[in-house]
């Protein structure tokens, strides 16, 4: 029994495995051998004529099925690069498109939130002075939810900067509030600071409101080559309230 197991798969090895080389062998032979024995039976020219119109038929039938195979094979590739072409912009497109509209949702939540702070801004300028203890409303996190996937998918880097810049100042108008209105801190030196640095915000609200309001109609998502730019939020806040820190200090410095 065992020695039957171990030769089946030698049998199987031969009928379907080695059987078509030595097919090929025996047709060689018989291809060789054929001609010279028709030349030495039949006449010879009428058979070496024979043999050399068939090859050359065969030989051009050969090449012009090639041809074909190949023009098929090639007109195959065109078409699948074609195809995965295609199936690479509708997977751009559809990414497009997603960008787009998570742009748009994120720049509207912004929008509303740059809304409140305009209106706390406003209070701010009018108000604060007046009071020690003011602390309106100043939202953040619209932009902290939606500033790390804008960074990623937005190109306008300028409004980006302008962005991020103009919350920095935002956090830092929250910390003036809160140390005005601990004990020992005299409020009326601090409102003049105050007031300088939420009339530039006021100021700056105003031009980014605009600007994101535009990206929520078109948002930027192409990648682009020119630098769009913006306006520098913090070279003027900072710029204003040391101008209003001068200028509101110095008669107080003169007076004996």
Sequence with gaps: ?????????????????RWPFGLLL?????????PFVTSAVWSKADTWTSLASGFSATM??????LAWDRRQRANLERQENEA????????????????????????????????RLQASLER?????ARYRYFFPDLPSGSWLAGSGPLGVIISNYGLMA??????GHVAELQWRLRFKAQAGVDDAAVSPIIDALAAEMLR?????????????????????????????????????????????????????
């Design 1 to 17: 029994m065992d020695e039957q197991t171990e030769e089946s798969p030698l049998q199987l090895d031969f009928w379907f495995d």
């Design 26 to 34: 025996a047709a060689v032979a018989v291809s060789v051998v054929v």
């Design 60 to 65: 051009i039938a050969f090449l012009i099925a």
């Design 84 to 115: 995965e072409r295609r199936r690479e912009e509708m997977a751009r497109a559809r990414e497009q498109e997603r960008r787009e509209t998570e742009a748009k949702r994120r720049f509207s939540a912004i929008a509303l939130e740059l809304e």
């Design 124 to 128: 701010t300028v009018e108000e604060q």
């Design 162 to 167: 302008d962005l991020s810049t103009f919350y």
């Design 204 to 256: 700056d609200v105003g031009v980014l409101l605009s600007h994101v309001r535009r990206q929520v109609e078109k948002p930027d998502v192409q990648p682009i080559t020119d630098d769009l730019g913006g306006y520098v939020v913090a070279r003027r806040q900072r710029t204003g309230a040391i101008r209003t820190l001068d200028f509101g200090s110095a008669p107080a410095a003169d007076q004996p």
